[in-house]
């Protein structure tokens, strides 16, 4: 896997655009592009600036108090949620997960996205190229894609795997494993947003899926799917997701790839093998 990219500072006239001050510090995590200035979070925009902007109005109308806390999106003077090419958020307290932290990022995504329900499907969506966009299409079937020659068989087995399935789509989190920070005594923060239209229980899946790949197991197992019987096919797709997008940002000289492999075999066949083979409905 490539290193973490150096942090990009935002210029002054973006800081004065947003009316916040103080010296920059990057923010550990994500795709390291992330800034703390004062009270606010700015990260660019990275060619997405119509998404930022049907986002964040979106996302400042969110409801509180509702099992979750989000970052309140900034907006210039001018009323621009993107300024010279770069987003800016209310900076939000907590510490992230998900280690020790499952069940509270399954809950978190689940009152996220009831609040988010109602929201209509975006028409940025399948204007998308980047590998997350490409890979989510792949999963559901919408899209072929090649991969790197590692990850060739884990993706064959979990094609042949995967059957159709009935689930209302919304607008979700598609990436929250990582994206939920905790506080004493507060609800739990969703942060860095990342958009799909899809069933929720399939962005619970990829929560889970991660568990399954990077984390420990155990209690992501059992915290996710609901007994929801559609909850395979979910986890199915999720990893499919996880293993396209991977290969799609890998190179040729993928130092990683057998290790990276291996996670991902181990992955499917605990899915094949079902609850009685290591994963359980609460």
């Known amino acids: 896997m490539s290193e973490e990219p150096s942090a990009i500072l935002p210029p002054r006239s973006v800081l004065d655009a947003f009316g916040v001050s103080g010296t920059p510090e990057p923010l550990a995590g994500g795709q390291g592009r992330s800034v703390r200035v004062g009270g606010a ?3 660019p925009a990275e ?3 119509e998404e930022w902007e049907w986002a964040a109005s979106v996302f400042e109308r969110l409801p509180r108090g509702a099992g979750f806390r989000a970052p309140r999106p ?7 949620a993107v300024v010279e090419g770069w987003t800016a958020a209310e900076f939000v307290e907590g510490r992230p997960g998900p280690r020790g932290q499952w069940p509270g990022v399954v809950a978190a995504g689940r009152a996220l996205h009831a609040a988010l329900r109602t929201q209509p499907r975006p028409g940025f969506l399948d204007r998308r190229t980047h590998p997350w966009a490409v890979a989510d299409r792949v999963a559901w079937g919408e899209q072929e894609a090649d991969v790197v020659a590692e990850l060739a068989e884990p993706l064959s087995t979990l094609l042949a795997l995967r059957r159709p399935v009935e689930a209302a789509a919304q607008l979700i989190h598609g990436d929250l494993t990582g994206n939920v920070l905790f506080a004493p005594g507060r609800d739990p923060a969703v942060i860095d947003f990342s958009l799909y239209w899809r069933p929720s229980l399939y962005a619970e899946a990829v929560v889970i899926g991660d568990g399954l790949l990077w984390y420990t197991p155990a209690p992501a197992l059992q915290a996710g799917g609901g007994g929801d019987p559609r909850w395979r096919q ?8 996880r293993l396209v997008a991977l290969s799609g940002l890998v190179g040729p000289s993928w130092r990683a790839g057998e290790k990276e492999a291996a996670r991902f075999r181990v992955a499917t066949e605990a899915v094949e093998r ?3 083979g290591g994963w359980a409905r609460p």
């Open 41 to 43: 979070v700015l990260k």
């Open 47 to 49: 060619g997405a600036e």
């Open 74 to 80: 900034l907006r210039s003077a001018a009323g621009c």
């Open 234 to 241: 979910m986890l199915i797709r999720a990893l499919i997701f």
């Open 274 to 276: 079902g609850p009685e």
